[in-house]
């Protein structure tokens, strides 16, 4: 080959990877079997077949974005992730998000928050400490960092976004408008993360969700109730983090070592 028709070859697959770079992220209507998932496009991160878990393959920067668009104001929803894996003190992990119409190219360089990735909203922590970036601005620190284990959720209702850690709010409300994808930025090389089965796409679901579990800080409302049927019996309300239930809540696995406990939907009198 000749250095010229060399030369050619470069220079068709640079355009074609900056045209790839610059076309918008996939929509796809949000299921509540699968809930949540992340389009999996990014050179440094692999994702699950499933498209629900991620690991950070290289130290550089990316963020992951859903397939699934949600807006604001709007229906009431939830986003949750596990950090599995958190292995350098240097890298940090972000949740938040970002507009519906981002840009591959921006999500391939930029973590959220930052001032080169538009109208995106991060919550940012390394090991020990976190803080609230909204377009490059620090919007102030909140202490206490995230570790591995640590259960990261936002919160999206008519009123506003917030964010929970392990359950209980942190930082401020945002008011939003407009439409969205949830967003997950990795990196740091070996950093996992996955969602959580636990999602919203009503405000009921979300009340549920946020009382057992995922955010103790809503009231002492009690579990859903559900009038018994001869012909499906008892089941139980499927909302422990610890505890998985079947599809059709008759059969409950123990995922992980700790106390908790499972009551039906239906109510008996004495």
Same mark, same amino acid.
């Given at each position: 080959?000749?250095?010229?028709?060399?030369?050619?070859?470069?220079?068709?697959?640079?355009?074609?990877?900056?045209?790839?770079?610059?076309?918008?992220?996939?929509?796809?209507?949000?299921?509540?079997?699968?809930?949540?998932?992340?389009?999996?496009?990014?050179?440094?991160?692999?994702?699950?077949?499933?498209?629900?878990?991620?690991?950070?393959?290289?130290?550089?920067?990316?963020?992951?974005?859903?397939?699934?668009?949600?807006?604001?104001?709007?229906?009431?929803?939830?986003?949750?992730?596990?950090?599995?894996? @958190?292995?350098?003190?240097?890298?940090?992990?972000?949740?938040?998000?970002?507009?519906?119409?981002?840009?591959?190219?921006?999500?391939?360089?930029?973590?959220?928050?930052?001032?080169?990735?538009?109208?995106?909203?991060?919550?940012?922590?390394?090991?020990?400490?976190?803080?609230?970036?909204?377009?490059?601005?620090?919007?102030?620190?909140?202490?206490?960092?995230?570790?591995?284990?640590?259960?990261?959720?936002?919160?999206?209702?008519?009123?506003?976004?917030?964010?929970?850690?392990?359950?209980?709010?942190?930082?401020?409300?945002?008011?939003?408008?407009?439409?969205?994808?949830?967003?997950?930025?990795?990196?740091?090389?070996?950093?996992?993360?996955?969602?959580?089965?636990?999602?919203?796409?009503?405000?009921?679901?979300?009340?549920?969700?946020?009382?057992?579990?995922?955010?103790?800080?809503?009231?002492?409302?009690?579990?859903?109730?559900?009038?018994?049927?001869?012909?499906?019996?008892?089941?139980?309300?499927?909302?422990?983090?610890?505890?998985?239930?079947?599809?059709?809540?008759?059969?409950?696995?123990?995922?992980?070592?700790?106390?908790?406990?499972? @009551?039906?939907?239906?109510?008996?009198?004495?």
């Amino acid at each position: 080959m000749s250095a010229e028709a060399l030369l050619r070859l470069m220079t068709a697959v640079i355009q074609q990877s900056e045209s790839s770079d610059d076309e918008r992220y996939p929509t796809q209507d949000y299921d509540p079997a699968t809930g949540y998932t992340f389009v999996d496009c990014m050179r440094s991160i692999d994702c699950d077949e499933s498209g629900t878990a991620a690991l950070c393959k290289k130290s550089r920067k990316a963020t992951l974005l859903t397939r699934q668009v949600f807006t604001c104001p709007g229906t009431a929803e939830l986003f949750c992730i596990r950090v599995e894996r @958190l292995p350098s003190r240097e890298h940090q992990i972000c949740i938040g998000v970002a507009q519906a119409s981002t840009t591959k190219k921006v999500g391939r360089h930029y973590p959220l928050g930052d001032r080169a990735f538009p109208v995106s909203l991060g919550y940012a922590c390394r090991v020990g400490i976190s803080a609230m970036f909204n377009e490059g601005n620090d919007a102030g620190g909140l202490g206490m960092g995230w570790a591995q284990g640590t259960t990261l959720a936002i919160r999206v209702t008519p009123e506003g976004l917030s964010f929970l850690r392990d359950g209980q709010a942190v930082g401020s409300s945002f008011t939003l408008k407009g439409r969205f994808r949830f967003a997950v930025s990795l990196c740091g090389e070996g950093q996992v993360v996955r969602i959580c089965k636990a999602q919203a796409s009503s405000s009921e679901h979300l009340l549920i969700d946020l009382l057992h579990g995922l955010a103790a800080t809503e009231g002492d409302e009690g579990y859903p109730i559900q009038d018994y049927e001869p012909a499906k019996g008892y089941t139980f309300v499927d909302c422990m983090r610890s505890i998985d239930c079947d599809q059709t809540d008759t059969v409950a696995v123990c995922k992980e070592s700790r106390d908790a406990t499972l @009551l039906t939907r239906q109510v008996f009198t004495c």
